[in-house]
């Protein structure tokens, strides 16, 4: 079955600290992997993106990690803002053609206190 | 707007009544998605089109649900005789032409909130 399984549900940090946030996914055919950020009554907003021959990627100081083999991603965020706070997805294309076959993980939902 | 716009932003009705939801894509995105998000759930694909192909209508939960779209401009989600489980939140997506290798960026809407009482 095709799923994409994200830990932690939610996560609390301070502000300034780091946070790794875990996707793991049994999609096959695997085309791309993506995050996303979703602010509360907001749609998502793309992160990264990666395919299958990359093993990192950043956009400021968030840095996406994949590991192809064992079908881990990681997203990492580095001294975290208030502004952090949102939903974090993990979205897995599968390959074969179809543009629309995106399996959407459930979200972390990261808080920054002061 | 420079954004994925879409209307209403809140839509309230009764069960078995039709609802119709608007996306304004982005100018000269070709592709176009859209979504389901249920309270406390992932998004969930319902839809997709990319141009004059034939649309990959493989999301869509039931043949209450249909989607149009002329050439690359405005889509319009239908869900016919709404049932409570069709309460929701969807959300639309533009993309810009495919590359290989299928990397391309979406860029959503705020979404329709949907209610049926």
């Known amino acids: 079955k095709n799923q994409v399984e994200q830990s932690p549900q939610s996560l609390i940090i301070l502000e300034g600290k780091n946070c790794t946030l875990q996707?793991?996914?049994?999609?096959?055919?695997?085309?791309?992997l993506r995050w996303y950020k979703q602010d509360t009554g907001r749609g998502p907003v793309s992160l990264t993106i990666?395919?299958?021959?990359?093993n990192t990627k950043s956009n400021g100081r968030y840095t996406a990690t994949l590991d192809a083999d064992t079908k881990q991603s990681s997203l990492h965020i580095t001294a975290s803002q208030l502004s952090d706070s949102a939903s974090y997805i993990c979205?897995?294309?599968?390959?074969?053609?179809?543009?629309?076959?995106?399996?959407f993980g459930k979200g972390t939902k990261l808080s920054v206190k002061p | 707007g420079a954004g994925v716009s879409q209307s209403p932003s809140n839509k309230v009705t009764e069960k078995g009544k039709d609802v119709e939801l608007r996306c304004d894509p982005i100018?000269?995105?070709?592709?176009l998605y859209w979504y389901r998000q249920r309270l406390g759930q992932g998004l969930e694909f319902l839809i997709y089109?990319?141009?004059?192909?034939?649309?990959?209508k493989s999301g869509l939960p039931s043949d209450r649900f249909s989607a149009e779209r002329t050439g690359e401009s405005v889509s319009t989600l239908t869900i016919q005789r709404t049932q409570q489980e069709d309460s929701a939140v969807y959300l639309c997506?533009?993309?810009?032409?495919?590359?290989?290798?299928?990397?391309?960026?979406?860029?959503f809407g705020p979404g329709t909130r949907l209610t049926v009482l």
């Open positions: 996707c793991n996914y049994t999609v096959s055919p695997f085309s791309n």
């Open positions: 979205v897995v294309s599968r390959g074969g053609g179809s543009q629309g076959n995106l399996i």
């Open positions: 990666m395919t299958f021959s990359e």
């Open positions: 997506a533009s993309s810009s032409i495919v590359t290989s290798g299928f990397t391309d960026t979406q860029y």
């Open positions: 100018s000269g995105h070709t592709a």
């Open positions: 089109f990319q141009g004059n192909s034939a649309p990959d």
